[in-house]
Structure formats: C-alpha cells, structure tokens
C-alpha cells in the first residue's frame, strides 16, 4: 500500500532524512519510532505530499507522492503533529468543512461526520467550539478529522500525545480497531504504545533506519542473555556470593537498600533456563525465596541500545 | 469547483464570528460618515452663500452640482480609507494558516492552490463589497434631500468595488509572504501605498517611463468612474492588477513544492 524508495530530505544542506526505504502492506499498522528530532515527521510530511522528498519516490496506494498528489491527498487521513484545528469552528462544522474538502460525497457528509464524531467520542461535543476544547478533545477532533473521509491509509503523528492514560487506551483501541480496513503509520516516541498498537516497528534515528521488526522479533533479537529478578530474604553479601556459585551464572547485581529482604538481578548465560537451580540454591542456603521472575529487555532498552550504537 | 465553495464558505464564516470585520466595518463607516456630513454640511453653506449674494445683488442662482462636490469627494475618500482597512482584512487570510499549521491540512486535501486562493479572495473581496455596499444609505440620504445624479454614483461604486478588488489581491499576496498577520498587513500597505502614490513620480521619470509609472497608479484609473465613464482601459488595469497579484500568491504557494 505504501511503497518508500530511497527518499532523503535536506533542509539547506542539512539532511533531516537520509536514504529511508520501507513498505506497508495492506491492512498493516506500522509504528515508527525514534527519539524527538528524528525524522519522523518529515518522513511523514513527505508520504502526506505536503513536503517534496529532495530524493527518491515514495507511493501511496500506486501513486506517486510527487506526480500524483491529487490522487495520494484522497486516499489519505492525516493527523499532523499540531491538529490542524480551526478555533473558531464547531466541532461538527470543522469536521464537515474537511469531509467536503477531502471530497465527501454531499449526501453522505452528514453520516460520515456523525460516524468520525461517534468513533472519536465527540458525540457529546459536537456543538462546542473548538478553541474551548481541552487539549485531549482537541487531538481526538484531530483524529475524526483524519477518519472522516474513511480513507484508505491513515498517517497519524503522534496521535496520543497530549492524552490522559484512560483517553491514551482508548485512542489505541480505535487504531487498532482501524488496521484491516485501514493501513495505518503511527509515530511515537513511547515504546510502550509501538509495542502495544504496531505490528511492525521501524526504528529511526538521526534521518536513518536502524531496525525494522515486530516488536517481538526486535525484544528476542536484542535479548543477549536471560535475566532473572529473585527477592530473597537474607543478608545480602552471603546472598550474592551464593548465587554467583550457581552454574551458568554470569553476573548478580543487588538491588540497594532493603533491611533482610532484598532484589537480586541474575544474568544467566544465553539460552541457559538457570531458574531451576537458582530457586534450589537460595533454599538450600537456608534463604527465604519470596518472588522469581524473568525479565525480558524492554523496547525502551533496545531502543536505547540501538540509537546509541548508531550514536557511536 | 466543490472545493472552492467550501474554503468561501469556511472564510466568509470566519469572518462573521470573528470581531475584526465588525470593527474593521464599523470604522469604516464612522470615519466615511463623519467626512459624507462634513461634505453635506458644505455643500450646504455654499448653497446659503450663492442664495444671499443672489438675494443682496440679484441675478442667477449658479447651478451647484450635487454630485461634483459631494459624491466625488465622498468616493475619493473611500478609496483613500480602503487603502487602510483593505490590509487588515486580508491579513489573516493566509498567514493564520500557516501560524496555527491548518495550512498543513489544506495542502494535504485534494484542494488545489488555485481553488484555495480563490475562495479566500473571493470571500474577502465580498465582505468589502458589503461594506462599501453599507455606505449606499448615505446616497439614499442625498435622494431624499437632493437631486444627485446616480449614473456617476453606480459607476464609482464599480471603480471603488474594482479598486477595492485590487487591494485585496495584494493582501492576500502579502499574507501568503509570511506567518506573521502584522507583517502581512504591513507589507500590503506599503505595497499599495505605494502603488497609490506612484504616479507623482511620473513627474520626475522620462517621458516613456513616466507613462508607465501614471498607468501602474491605483488612483489614476478611479477618476473616470466618478464621472460616470467606465473605460475598458481602467476596468482592464484592475482586473489585470488582481490577477497578477493572485498569480504571484499563487507562486509563492506552489514554490513549496519545488522547494527540495
């Protein structure tokens, strides 16, 4: 659906994306990840026709971002960083200026605003004027902007920003809910939300691709060795010293403070299970076992991983 | 022509909720009603004047012509005060856009430039024909008290209204220039001010260079309509005045594109 060739934009003579390529298939959701400053945006800008890529082509549904604006602008909903909302507009004025501009049909602009308004949860707002929204209902009249024309892909630029955790879950559902239908990229600088809402994440860093992968795919590929949290009741130089005589174990890191009872991260050697052993060694010892678990490396610690290496 | 239609729509609403048309309007017709009395009040005491000396000396009453004194002058001074309030109409088209990011969701709809520069012209250009539309009272209140003639009155009001078109092209011009409204209404004053005034540098210019200047001035091509010509000429220098300021609006924005 979604077909980017090699593109590069340079601001001046200071590339802000360099040589990106990726596709999105049909009914996908993509998260495209990467700290403030990335790239995303004009990424984004550029798919969404509104900045010309300096090189490269990108296609949207077969059509060229470039040569076939027009028909690329039709097919698309777009919610940029900033809503671009009208302040002094109704809800259900804005949403139906921007239903006719993005080519609505005139008979079925009132049922697709109703069903944009209704999915966003402006229902009850419909009459407000929007410069008396709160920010929250401002992104979502943003987001009923971009699903209005029920279009065939959706660009979202960090659709949940500015959102309570409740309205941040809700806003998740209703993309994931999209995906199918929709094909749908979705920026963000929080890992959690790509884990959560992507099927592919594209990692980017300074204007570059440094991974692409499921979230899973992207954990398991960095996850370098199992660790291991224990909480275990007993003095804590006995406690380490004992579990650094378990086999197979790399390394114990104590977690500070604690009277007695203390965390304990164990770091057992790749594809080695040391659970087994470790729970016998900290009984047999005569220790309190009070909590085993397994901790896998967090998208946030990859993510760091990765941008860093590229930083070196 | 859909597209066109919606942005008309979208800007004439704009206007209405927001209070700068209502000040902008209601200064208009302050400012143009004091000087219509003024111009009222004498024309009046000419007409005392003529009356006494024909009263003391005898002889003809001279015919006072209603239209030169008054309708003239009045339509020479809304000219001038449009030159002033056209800028700030205009300024907020484009620039605003750009200011809160909206212009992002413009360029990413199937609306092309040409439909989105129209519809905002179009829009603003209607709002001053509203305005100066208002001003016809004062005509009426002449009617009702004098004789005025009123070929010469509609004709002026289509100089004005042609006139009027022009500056708003050169403030929606001066609006796509920048995101700041207050640079954009200074930019287009300065334009037409300039544009107003520069036929007094005719003065000064070569022969052939002067006849450019005298045709590039916006007051000029006015002069004709208040006595009830309407020249092809003049009705061209506008039209061509405004077209060209769009097609300029109409680079700037496009440049965007071409900018890689």
Not at chain 1, 48 to 73: H, I
């Amino acid at each position: 659906m979604i077909e980017v060739d090699h593109i590069t934009k340079y601001y001046g003579q200071t590339p802000a994306v360099q040589d990106v390529s990726f596709r999105v298939e049909k009914g996908e959701i993509l998260g495209f990840l990467g700290p403030n400053g990335a790239g995303k945006t004009t990424t984004m800008r550029m798919l969404t026709c509104y900045l010309p890529p300096s090189e490269g082509t990108a296609r949207v549904a077969g059509y060229d971002v470039f040569e076939d604006s027009m028909e690329v602008r039709r097919r698309i909903g777009y919610l940029p960083e900033h809503p671009p909302l009208y302040p002094d507009m109704t809800v259900a004025s804005y949403l139906t200026f921007v239903s006719k501009i993005k080519g609505v049909d005139s008979k079925k602009q009132k049922n697709a605003v109703d069903s944009a308004a209704e999915r966003c949860g402006l229902a009850d707002r419909r009459d407000t004027i929007i410069g008396k929204l709160s920010k929250g209902y401002r992104q979502r009249v943003g987001l009923a902007q971009a699903l209005v024309h029920d279009p065939e892909v959706l660009i979202l630029d960090e659709p949940t920003i500015g959102l309570d955790p409740r309205q941040i879950i809700e806003v998740r559902e209703l993309i994931k809910s999209l995906a199918g239908e929709h094909t749908v990229i979705l920026s963000t600088h929080i890992l959690s939300e790509a884990s959560m809402t992507c099927e592919r994440v594209v990692i980017i860093n300074r204007g570059k691709i440094v991974a692409m992968d499921t979230p899973e795919n992207l954990t398991a590929r960095l996850m370098g060795s199992e660790r291991i949290y224990v909480q275990v009741q007993g003095p804590a130089d006995v406690v380490t010293a004992k579990l650094r005589e378990v086999p197979n174990v790399v390394d114990v890191v104590p977690e500070p403070g604690g009277n007695g009872v203390r965390g304990f991260f164990v770091d057992g050697k790749e594809k080695h299970d040391i659970r087994a052993e470790l729970a016998s060694a900290i009984v047999g010892n005569g220790f309190g076992l009070l909590e085993m678990r397994p901790v896998g490396m967090s998208l946030e610690e990859i993510f760091l991983q990765l941008t860093e290496e590229e930083g070196n | 022509m859909g597209n066109f239609g919606a942005i008309l729509q979208k800007e004439l609403k704009s206007y209405l909720v927001s209070p700068i048309a209502y000040v902008v309007g209601a200064v208009f017709l302050l400012v143009s009603g004091f000087f219509f009395r003024n111009m009222v009040m004498q024309f009046n005491m000419y007409c005392m004047t003529y009356i006494q000396q024909a009263q003391r000396y005898g002889g003809q009453l001279p015919q006072l012509n209603l239209n030169e004194i008054v309708v003239n002058g009045f339509f020479g001074l809304m000219s001038f005060i449009s030159l002033f309030i056209v800028p700030l109409l205009t300024m907020r088209l484009i620039a605003e856009e750009k200011k809160t990011g909206t212009i992002e969701l413009l360029m990413t709809s199937p609306v092309s430039n040409v439909q989105t520069i129209l519809g905002k012209f179009v829009s603003c250009f209607l709002l001053y024909t509203i305005i100066v539309g208002l001003t016809g009272f004062l005509m009426l209140i002449l009617e009702v008290y004098g004789n005025p003639d009123w070929g010469p009155i509609l004709s002026a009001y289509g100089g004005v209204l042609l006139m009027g078109g022009a500056f708003v092209a050169v403030g929606v011009f001066a609006s796509s220039l920048t995101e700041n409204q207050i640079v954009a209404a200074v930019l287009s004053f300065a334009a037409l001010l300039i544009f107003w005034v520069i036929g007094w540098s005719a003065n000064f210019a070569g022969p052939t260079m002067g006849k450019v200047l005298t045709y590039l001035s916006l007051i000029e091509h006015i002069g004709d309509f208040q006595k009830g010509i309407i020249d092809t000429k003049d009705v061209i220098f506008y039209l061509s005045f405004m077209f060209f300021s769009l097609f300029l609006t109409l680079t700037v924005m496009e440049s965007r594109r071409w900018r890689k």
